[in-house]
Structure formats: C-alpha cells, structure tokens
C-alpha cells in the first residue's frame, strides 16, 4: 500500500509561468489537504477537498491559487502566473475520513527564479 | 482553536532522555494534543496523541497534566535520527484536526548531536 505520492519532488518554474503540483492520495483514501511550508516557517493549512467537492479553502490566497479533486486522478494544486514569493515546500495529506489520521507525502519543492 | 507554545529549538545528545514541553493555555474541553515529527526534505508524520495524563507508545510517551494547559513529549534515548521539527498540535477532532484542517506552529527543531 503506496502512501501519499507527490510529484514533482522538485519543481522550477521562472516569474510568470504556471506550477501544477500533483497529489495522489494513499489508497482507499477521499480526503486530500494541501499545506505550504515557507523557508524557516511551520506548515499553513492551504485548502481540504473530497472528492469532487472543495470543503474548506479558507488558507488559499485569493488569487492565482486553485485545487481541484476530481472523480479519477490524483488531486492537483494549481498556481498561475508564479512569483518569488510561492517559492516553497507544499505538501499533501490524504486521510479516510475527517477525524482519521492524516498522511503526509515527501511534498513539492517549488522554486520561482 | 487553542493557540500552542513551544520551544524555537532544543539540543541534546545521544542517549539521553529529551522533554519538549507545549503550552495551551485555552485548550477546551473537547481538544486532544497530538504531536507531528517532521524531517528535512519529508512531510510529518504522526508520533502521539492523548487527552489526559500518560500516553505511551513505541516511539515516545506524552504526559498531560489534569488541568491540561500544557504537555510534554517525552523522547527516551535518542539518537542523531531523532533530529528533527516537533510539532504540537491541538484539534476538536480527533488526531488534532478541526474540519480536517491540522494547525501547525513553528514546532522545535531538536538537534542530537553524538
């Protein structure tokens, strides 16, 4: 039983272009989260999605930030028009259920240059 | 959500016993503290979660006072792979989650050193 796989590991993107994160839950698993994890910071809750359905995305910037869960295929985490700033770790949780442990993935490393 | 304090950073060596101690001042009564490890270049993992008194497990023990406004996980003899974030985390739900969300704070880095 795979746990929660992330890819890219790494991922470099220059000012302007689109980063897409990938996130494939552990199986059997509908609950998917996404933090990010800035240099010297602790993690920050992103946004909680089933699948199909966005649940809470309260620690999503406003603009240029989308998730998506869909029926097939893995969740992704989508950020148009990258600047210096989003340059950070993001990482993945899957989970069964709300009050289930959460799994974490080996995350992203997204650097904008 | 109760707000968590903890320790920037801790050094120990080899074999000794660590103490990390979390204050949550305004924990409520439905609140159960759970503590992450997290290491370079990984996403965390679950080490323990309880609610009251003494929890012990294969990796650590979590004590919890009875008026449960803070907590201590408890490393018995570490070693250099013990180097790591320790988060502490308080949740609603079980496993420290509230609406499946897991506030994390700066958590303690601990350096083992031989």
């Known amino acids: 039983n795979a746990g929660v796989m992330q890819n890219p590991r790494h991922l470099v993107r220059r000012r302007g272009q689109e980063a897409r994160l990938r996130c494939s839950p552990m199986k059997g698993h509908s609950h998917v989260y996404w933090y990010r994890q800035l240099p010297e910071e602790g993690l920050k809750f992103m946004v909680y999605?089933?699948?199909?359905?966005?649940?809470?995305e309260s620690g999503m910037p406003k603009e240029r930030f989308s998730a998506e869960f869909p029926k097939e295929g893995p969740s992704i985490l989508r950020i148009q028009q990258v600047v210096r700033g989003d340059s950070a770790a993001y990482f993945c949780?899957?989970?069964?259920?709300?009050?289930?442990?959460?799994?974490f993935g080996q995350g992203t490393r997204l650097t904008v240059v | 959500l109760a707000k968590t304090t903890q320790p920037i950073s801790m050094d120990s060596y080899e074999g000794q016993e660590v103490n990390i101690t979390c204050s949550h001042n305004n924990i409520a009564t439905n609140d159960y503290i759970t503590w992450y490890q997290q290491f370079p270049s990984q996403g965390p993992r679950f080490i323990i979660q309880?609610?009251?008194t003494k929890v012990t497990n294969e990796v650590a023990s979590l004590f919890i006072p009875a008026d449960r406004k803070s907590s201590t996980l408890s490393l018995p003899r570490v070693s250099l792979s013990d180097t790591a974030v320790y988060y502490c985390?308080?949740?609603?739900?079980?496993?420290?989650?509230?609406?499946?969300?897991?506030?994390f704070g700066r958590g303690t880095q601990l350096t083992v050193w031989p």
């Open positions: 949780a899957s989970s069964g259920g709300m009050n289930t442990e959460a799994f």
């Open positions: 999605l089933q699948k199909e359905n966005i649940i809470d």
């Open positions: 309880g609610y009251k």
């Open positions: 985390l308080v949740g609603e739900k079980n496993r420290g989650s509230t609406l499946g969300r897991l506030y």
